[in-house]
C-alpha cells in the first residue's frame, strides 16, 4: 500500500499570499496519477487536480506538479474561499490512499 | 448535470449491517466506474470499493474484504454499498464518488451518507 504524507499539517496565511503544500509518497506513483482535493466542513471533497490537469471550472490559481514521490499543489493568490482542507490522492496503485490532509486556515 | 444522491443518515447497533445507496443522473451509468470512500468524524479519506457498472464487477481494500458487497441495479442507475459486522470504528461519512474506466480520481461525489454504529 502506497502512504502518502502531506505537510505541513496546518498552513496559517493571509489571502493574497502563496500557498504550498506538499504531499510525499512511501513508493514512486506510476504515471503521476496523483490528485488534489478540497474540502470545506459539511461538504464532499471537490476534485481540483488530476496529473499536471485542473479539473473542469477550477480557477487558473490551482496547478499541480512533481513526480515519482514529491508532489506540490500551489495556490498562487489565496481567495478567502480557499481556506479549507486539502487532500492529496494517488490512483496507480490499489488500495488508491489518500493523505491526511493539510489544513490552510486564515492567519 | 452530473449528480449523485444517496439515502439517508443511519443509525445501527455493533454487529448490525448497514445498506447504503447512491443512484446517479445526468450521464451515461455505464460509462464509469463507483467507488466508495468513507471519513470517520474528524479524521481523513479512505477508499473502500470500485464496482465497474457494465460488468458488476468489483475490488475492494484489503481492509474491507469479507465485509463489504457492492452491488448495482442498471435498470434504476442505483449502485448499493453493504457493510456487515458493524462495529463503532465504521462509524463514518461514506461517500460514492466517480471515475472513469481507467483513471480512478473522483470527479463528482455523493452528498454523504452518515452511518453511526452505537449501542
Known amino acids: 500500500e502506497i502512504v502518502l504524507t502531506q505537510s505541513p499539517g496546518t498552513l496559517s496565511l493571509s489571502p493574497g499570499e502563496r500557498a504550498t503544500l506538499s504531499c510525499r509518497a512511501s513508493q514512486s506513483v506510476s504515471s503521476s496519477y496523483l490528485a488534489w482535493y478540497q474540502q470545506k466542513p459539511g461538504q464532499a471533497p471537490r476534485l481540483l487536480i488530476y496529473?499536471?490537469s485542473r479539473a473542469t471550472v477550477i480557477p487558473d490559481r490551482f496547478s499541480g506538479s512533481g513526480s515519482g514521490t514529491d508532489f506540490t499543489l500551489t495556490i498562487s493568490r489565496l481567495e478567502p474561499e480557499d481556506f479549507a482542507v486539502y487532500y492529496c490522492?494517488?490512483?496507480?496503485?490499489?488500495?488508491?490512499?489518500f493523505g491526511q490532509g493539510t489544513k490552510l486556515e486564515i492567519k | 448535470q452530473v449528480q449523485l444522491v444517496q439515502s439517508g443518515a443511519e443509525v445501527k447497533k455493533p454487529g448490525a449491517s448497514v445498506k447504503v445507496s447512491c443512484k446517479a443522473s445526468?450521464?451515461?451509468?455505464?460509462?464509469?466506474?463507483m467507488h466508495w470512500v468513507r471519513q470517520a468524524p474528524g479524521q481523513g479519506l479512505e477508499w473502500m470499493s470500485l464496482i465497474n457498472p457494465t460488468a458488476g464487477s468489483t475490488s475492494y481494500a484489503q481492509k474491507f474484504q469479507g465485509r463489504v458487497t457492492v452491488t448495482r441495479d442498471t435498470s434504476t442507475s442505483t449502485v448499493y454499498m453493504e457493510l456487515s459486522s458493524l462495529t463503532s470504528e465504521d462509524t463514518a461519512v461514506y461517500y460514492c464518488?466517480?471515475?472513469?474506466?481507467?483513471?480512478?480520481?473522483?470527479?463528482?461525489w455523493g452528498q454523504g451518507t452518515l452511518v453511526t454504529v452505537s449501542s
Open positions: 490522492q494517488q490512483y496507480g496503485n490499489s488500495p488508491y490512499t
Open positions: 464518488a466517480r471515475s472513469t474506466d481507467w483513471r480512478f480520481y473522483f470527479d463528482y
Open positions: 496529473g499536471a
Open positions: 445526468g450521464y451515461p451509468f455505464t460509462s464509469y466506474y
